[in-house]
Structures are given as C-alpha cells and as structure tokens.
T-cell receptor, first 111, second 116 residues
Framework: SQQGEEDPQALSIQEGENATMNCSYKTSINNLQWYRQNSGRGLVHLILIRSNEREKHSGRLRVTLDTSKKSSSLLITASRAADTASYFCATALSGTYKYIFGTGTRLKVLA | NAGVTQTPKFQVLKTGQSMTLQCAQDMNHEYMSWYRQDPGMGLRLIHYSVGAGITDQGEVPNGYNVSRSTTEDFPLRLLSAAPSQTSVYFC???????????????FGNGTRLTVT
C-alpha cells in the first residue's frame, strides 16, 4: 500500500495549547496537503506545501516538509474547541493525478 | 456556489444489488475523483478522471465502474454490491491543468453505504 501514516492516531489537549501532528509518506511527491474533517462531513482543505518548500504558514497553522525524511508536520497554535476534528495529510504522487491520504489524527480540544 | 454535491446521503443495499452514487460539481473542474473511507484506513482512491471521456483507476478500483460524459458529473457504479463495499464514499474535484499541483481538492459531504 502507498498509504501514508500519521501520528499520533489521537490527541487530546486543553484549549489554548498547541497541537502537533505528523505525517510520513512513502514515494516521491509533488505537493503535500493537509485537510480537516469534522464528524460526518467531507474534508476541508487547510494548507498546501510544494515539494520544494520547507515551511509554510496560514493563520494559526504551520506546516513543515522534509522530503529527505519523507515527512511533514502540522502545528496548530492556540487551539480552540472548534479545532476538534480529524486531520489528514495527502500527497500528490509525482507525475500522476493520484492523491494518497494518510490514516488521520483525531484531535480533541477540551474547553 | 453549491460546490461538490453527492447523492444520496445514505443508502442500504442487499448483496448483489447494483446502484449508482452521484457526484456533481459546478466549479468547472476537469479533475474528479472517488474515494472510500473506512475506519482506521483514511481515504483510498477508487477512480479518477481528468476530463470528459477520460477515466483511470486508483488504488482500490475492483468492484466499481465509472464514466465521465460531462465535465460536471462523475457517477460511481457498483454493479454487484458486496458487504466489503460498506463504507463512506467521497467525491472530490479540482483543476487538472498546469495548476493541478497547486490546487486543493474540493470534497462533497459523502454517501454512507451499507451492504447487508
């Protein structure tokens, strides 16, 4: 399977704390994206980082990418109860139109 | 804009029955794709299309058929449903030109399918 893996599988933190989740993948990629999924809903795009970028910021989100280690991390700063969701990474395989998703991290932010 | 619309939201089938999951988008996206989501497995790509008349297989295509006659619609057909196809199915769309690798996927809200 080409599927990526994320860790931790589940994370529970207090409101105001930072949340970090990690994604590892197996093949050469063109980009890596992070998505959020609220329970029972579709996935919502959060941020995209190209393979030639090392770090990217968007609001309270910070994404890093290390292509030598085939890994990425998503940091959510000053978390809120509304950030409670599952988070998935997705990689676009080089030279293809295929996206491979990770197994997801379930984040719970306690008020 | 409606974005990506999937119907039905829920469906129960008996083993051996056939059905079509519908997906429509109004963003003029050339790229459309189907995923299934199972507990602990994330999303797995079933089939995708980069334009009308063009389709290709993803990671788990067996048991599913697709066709793309218009830019807007990308139906997923189960010819003979099996319990292993019980899952939540998501359709997603994007641009497929030079901006593909800079464009996010837009997802529908899913179809929850149970095969008994």
């Amino acid at each position: 399977s080409q599927q990526g893996e994320e860790d931790p599988q589940a994370l529970s933190i207090q409101e105001g704390e930072n949340a970090t989740m990690n994604c590892s993948y197996k093949t050469s990629i063109n980009n890596l994206q992070w998505y959020r999924q609220n329970s029972g809903r579709g996935l919502v795009h959060l941020i995209l980082i190209r393979s030639n970028e090392r770090e990217k910021h968007s609001g309270r989100l910070r994404v890093t990418l290390d292509t030598s280690k085939k890994s990425s991390s998503l940091l959510i700063t000053a978390s809120r109860a509304a950030d409670t969701a599952s988070y998935f990474c997705a990689t676009a395989l080089s030279g293809t139109y295929k996206y491979i998703f990770g197994t997801g991290t379930r984040l719970k932010v306690l008020a | 804009n409606a974005g990506v619309t999937q119907t039905p939201k829920f469906q129960v089938l008996k083993t051996g029955q056939s059905m079509t999951l519908q997906c429509a988008q109004d963003m003029n996206h050339e790229y459309m794709s189907w995923y299934r989501q199972d507990p602990g497995m994330g999303l797995r790509l079933i089939h995708y299309s980069v334009g009308a008349g063009i389709t290709d297989q993803g990671e788990v295509p067996n048991g599913y058929n697709v066709s793309r006659s218009t830019t807007e619609d990308f139906p997923l057909r189960l010819l003979s449903a099996a319990p292993s196809q019980t899952s939540v199915y998501f359709c997603a769309s994007s641009y497929s030109d030079l901006t593909f690798y800079n464009s996010p996927l837009h997802f529908g809200n899913g179809t929850r399918l149970t095969v008994t």
